[in-house]
Structures are given as structure tokens and as C-alpha cells.
């Protein structure tokens, strides 16, 4: 009976109120809180956005290395996919095997330089799957930070709210119900906030590290593979 009571009390607490005209550390909170949903939602549409870029133009980038039989045609077209990590690593490897057929030209092409020559586009391949995988990261972990933390403040603003509220009763010297529920009211305003945050948050997060990490598995299989094709065309 008390707690059904209690919630009609809370209904009637002005959230505005509490963002605009309160004080103190419970509207510190609040503030901060806001602004890490906000800055969350933001980062959640943009790494939609990217990562989706990146899986679409993949597998568009997958068919077209697949139906061609030149690599310089390839290139060209991996040109025009700036946001497919593989599109990336097929560049970067196409580079270096110019670099390294270059440098065979009028050579022996002794054994030992053909590894040297292989050995490189396998490390450039490397560095282009790692610079690719932090871009698909990028940003991650403002969500995963967001997610963990933000309850965490919101206690802290909560239990900050609720002992000024105590506080406040005992200078006036009475306890009812009606004087109860408004400052501890506005004090669990702010865990709701810190909730509201941090749930989409962390759900995100999961959400984006499972598919950043299947673009990792895409990258490893492809650039088995295109070693693979090198070492029988080229090597």
C-alpha cells in the first residue's frame, strides 16, 4: 500500500525541473548523464552507418575479385570501394607486389628473393588488416565506456540526492510521505537516466563487436586466399 501510494507522488515530479532548475551534484549528474546518451546515440548511428558501409561494399568488393582474372582490374575497382577493409588489404598487397616486381626486373630471381619479395606483401598485408581493424573499432569504446559507467554515476547521483533529502527532513523536523517522495523522487531520476544510457549502449556495443569481428574473420580468409593466388601466379 505504500509503495502504490508512493508512485502517484513520483508522477508528478518535473523532470525539466530537475535538468533546469535544481542544484547541486544530483543535477551535475543529470547533465552528464544527458550528454553520454546523447554522444551514445550519435556514435551508435555513425558506426551503423560505417559498419555497414564496410560489410556491403565487402562483399561487393568479394565478387568482383572473384569474377575478374587481372589484378590490375581489381585494383581499379577496389579504387572505388574506400570503405571495404579488403578492398584496403588488396590494395595494399597490390602495391607492394608492384614494388617487388620492380625490383626483380633484370635480377636473377634467385629463391631467396622471391620469399624476401613474398615475406613483404604478407607483412603489408598485415599492417593493412590492423590499421583496417582499428577503424572498424574506432569509437567502440565511448559505447562500452558508456554502458559499464553510466549506472554507476547514476547511483552516485542517486544516493547523493537521497541523503540531501534526508538531510532536508531532519532540519524541518517532519517525515510524511508527501515530503518523502519529492527530493528522493528527483534523486532516482537520475538512475533512470543512467540506465537509459547506458542499456542502449552496451547493447550496441555487442552488437557492433560481433560484426567487427566477423569483418576480422572475412579479412583473415581473404588474405589466406590472395596469398594463395600469388604464390601460384607470381612466385
Same mark, same amino acid.
Given at each position: ?31 552528464i ?17 560505417a ?18 582474372k ?7 575497382q !577496389?579504387? +572505388? ?10 590494395? =595494399? ?6 614494388? &617487388? $616486381? ?26 593493412a ?60 531520476? !537520475?538512475? +533512470?537516466?543512467?540506465l ?7 547493447? =550496441?556495443?555487442?552488437y557492433?563487436?560481433?560484426? &567487427? $569481428? ?22
Open positions: 500500500m505504500l509503495l502504490l501510494s508512493f508512485v502517484p507522488l513520483l508522477a508528478e515530479i518535473d523532470v525539466l525541473h530537475l535538468m533546469f532548475g535544481g542544484s547541486g551534484a544530483v543535477v551535475v549528474v543529470a547533465y548523464l544527458t550528454a553520454s546518451s546523447l554522444l551514445s546515440l550519435f556514435v551508435i548511428f555513425y558506426k551503423l552507418v559498419i555497414s558501409q564496410a560489410q556491403s561494399q565487402s562483399v561487393t568488393f568479394l565478387d568482383r575479385f572473384w569474377e575478374s587481372r589484378l590490375d582490374e581489381i585494383f581499379r !577496389a579504387e +572505388a570501394l574506400k570503405y571495404s577493409p579488403l578492398a584496403a588489404m588488396f590494395r =595494399a598487397g597490390y602495391i607492394e607486389l608492384s614494388k &617487388v $616486381k620492380k625490383g626483380q626486373q633484370g635480377e636473377t630471381g634467385a629463391m631467396h628473393e622471391k620469399m624476401d619479395g613474398m615475406e613483404n606483401i604478407e607483412r603489408a598485408l598485415a599492417r588488416k590492423v590499421s583496417e581493424t582499428t577503424k572498424l573499432e574506432n569509437l567502440l569504446p565511448f559505447l562500452a565506456t558508456v554502458g559499464s559507467a553510466a549506472p554507476f554515476v547514476g547511483l552516485f547521483g542517486t544516493v547523493w540526492g537521497i541523503m540531501e533529502a534526508f538531510t532536508k527532513i531532519a532540519e524541518e523536523g517532519k517525515a510524511d510521505l508527501a515530503t518523502v517522495a519529492g527530493p528522493i523522487g528527483e534523486a532516482l531520476i !537520475a538512475t +533512470a537516466i543512467a537509459a544510457a547506458a542499456i542502449p549502449a552496451i547493447v =550496441a556495443y555487442n557492433f563487436n560481433r560484426r &567487427v $569481428k566477423v569483418l576480422g574473420s572475412e579479412m583473415t580468409t581473404f588474405g589466406s586466399d590472395y596469398l594463395n593466388i600469388l604464390k601460384r601466379h607470381f612466385f
